[in-house]
């Protein structure tokens, strides 16, 4: 039940960095507007950082490229990219991707 | 004690209003879906080696989703703190347009009780709020916090429980459960094209952050590979959106 001190950091800064965009635009909106290319631009950035992230957790290996066939995970990700697809549940993918895992780990 | 008496008689003037308890109520539809993602939040942040009490402060501090897989993920990996932080930040940089879109509804309001609103805005609270000011054209302060404030202890709640699950399991890797964290990547990444539905630009721009991500991760390091991805392949969805 301890809080580490780089953690207590991180989280700290993640939730000051979080917590700005919230209150910024509804405190002075009546004062700034953000102009229309930001906007684009701001559009953009969860599929950009979303994608980044789901290529990094299947290719990447300890700062390596994973080796594709022994990429077990990279076969779990198809089923899971299906059933997101399907059902736009995310309790069903995130329960798919387990189970995939479980499985091809237990035949491979 | 007679001005009190009088006050109370008259509760009909504000009765249009929407009351906390309504926001309350608007909320539980919400409640079951978020209740799973935050559960599974808390099995992965206790996979990925956090304690009971800081997975509590990060859901009671920090308080949005797709940030806490991060920071759960970044965390395991071990990247550095700066890293983490700025990756966050481009993230949760959506939460402007969220703010912005509902503030002409309370530009009546001090900077003030503006802040306590924006303080616990999510995508989900805000799907609420965009929806109830269709059909009444005005959101009520009260209901907002109302909504709010639900949200927030359901997400605290969901955390804190996945988070006694995880620590009852020895080897998550048994179990698959290390790919709980991409599978909601995933999830959240397939969710958010499914309700832009631009598809085709949206593809490109996620190809695009893919490869490079992946590139700038095997060169330089993963920390900085999320960051630049995000940055290049936004950039570039939005010039040929403009360009097109």
Same mark, same amino acid.
């Given at each position: 039940?301890?809080?580490?001190?780089?953690?207590?950091?991180?989280?700290?800064?993640?939730?000051?960095?979080?917590?700005?965009?919230?209150?910024?635009?509804?405190?002075?909106?009546?004062?700034?507007?953000?102009?229309?290319?930001?906007?684009?631009?701001?559009?953009?950035?969860?599929?950009?950082?979303?994608?980044?992230?789901?290529?990094?957790?299947?290719?990447?290996?300890?700062?390596?490229?994973?080796?594709?066939?022994?990429?077990?995970?990279?076969?779990?990700?198809?089923?899971?990219?299906?059933?997101?697809?399907?059902?736009?549940?995310?309790?069903?993918?995130?329960?798919?991707?387990?189970?995939?895992?479980?499985?091809?780990?237990?035949?491979? | 004690?007679?001005?009190?008496?009088?006050?109370?008689?008259?509760?009909?003037?504000?009765?249009?209003?929407?009351?906390?308890?309504?926001?309350?109520?608007?909320?539980?539809?919400?409640?079951?879906?978020?209740?799973?993602?935050?559960?599974?939040?808390?099995?992965?942040?206790?996979?990925?080696?956090?304690?009971?009490?800081?997975?509590?402060?990060?859901?009671?501090?920090?308080?949005?989703?797709?940030?806490?897989?991060?920071?759960?993920?970044?965390?395991?990996?071990?990247?550095?703190?700066?890293?983490?932080?700025?990756?966050?930040?481009?993230?949760?940089?959506?939460?402007?347009?969220?703010?912005?879109?509902?503030?002409?509804?309370?530009?009546?309001?001090?900077?003030?009780?503006?802040?306590?609103?924006?303080?616990?805005?999510?995508?989900?609270?805000?799907?609420?709020?965009?929806?109830?000011?269709?059909?009444?054209?005005?959101?009520?302060?009260?209901?907002?916090?109302?909504?709010?404030?639900?949200?927030?202890?359901?997400?605290?709640?969901?955390?804190?429980?996945?988070?006694?699950?995880?620590?009852?399991?020895?080897?998550?890797?048994?179990?698959?459960?290390?790919?709980? #964290?991409? &599978? *909601?990547? =995933?999830?959240?990444? @397939?969710?958010?094209?499914? /309700?832009? !539905?631009?598809?085709?630009?949206?593809? $490109?721009?996620? #190809?695009? &952050? *893919?490869? =490079?991500?992946?590139? @700038?991760?095997?060169?330089? /390091?993963? !920390?900085?590979?999320?960051?630049?991805? $995000?940055?290049?392949?936004?950039?570039?969805?939005?010039?040929?959106?403009?360009?097109?």
């Amino acid at each position: 039940m301890e809080v580490r001190p780089d953690i207590f950091l991180i989280i700290l800064g993640a939730a000051l960095v979080t917590f700005i965009p919230r209150v910024l635009p509804l405190m002075l909106l009546s004062r700034i507007t953000i102009p229309e290319w930001g906007m684009r631009w701001l559009n953009y950035m969860p599929i950009a950082v979303m994608s980044a992230l789901v290529a990094q957790e299947l290719f990447i290996d300890e700062g390596r490229f994973a080796a594709l066939s022994t990429n077990v995970e990279l076969i779990a990700a198809l089923p899971t990219f299906w059933v997101a697809v399907k059902t736009r549940s995310l309790l069903g993918t995130v329960v798919t991707g387990v189970l995939s895992l479980m499985l091809l780990r237990l035949l491979f | 004690m007679k001005t009190e008496s009088v006050q109370a008689d008259f509760p009909a003037a504000r009765v249009s209003e929407d009351s906390f308890w309504q926001g309350v109520k608007d909320c539980i539809p919400t409640l079951l879906g978020y209740l799973s993602i935050g559960f599974a939040a808390g099995v992965v942040e206790k996979t990925a080696g956090l304690s009971l009490a800081e997975i509590a402060l990060i859901s009671i501090i920090l308080y949005a989703g797709s940030a806490q897989f991060i920071a759960a993920g970044m965390i395991a990996a071990g990247s550095t703190a700066t890293s983490i932080i700025i990756t966050i930040l481009l993230v949760n940089l959506r939460h402007l347009l969220l703010s912005a879109a509902i503030s002409p509804y309370f530009r009546h309001l001090t900077p003030l009780r503006n802040l306590l609103i924006g303080t616990l805005l999510t995508d989900e609270t805000f799907g609420v709020a965009i929806q109830k000011s269709a059909a009444k054209k005005a959101i009520s302060e009260k209901w907002m916090h109302g909504l709010n404030i639900t949200a927030y202890l359901n997400w605290l709640l969901a955390n804190i429980a996945g988070a006694v699950l995880g620590q009852w399991i020895s080897s998550p890797e048994e179990w698959g459960l290390d790919f709980a #964290l991409p &599978a *909601m990547f =995933i999830g959240l990444l @397939v969710l958010t094209l499914i /309700s832009r !539905s631009k598809y085709a630009l949206d593809i $490109a721009t996620g #190809l695009i &952050a *893919m490869i =490079i991500a992946v590139g @700038v991760s095997i060169v330089w /390091s993963p !920390s900085f590979g999320v960051i630049a991805a $995000a940055v290049i392949a936004s950039t570039i969805g939005a010039v040929i959106e403009k360009w097109k």
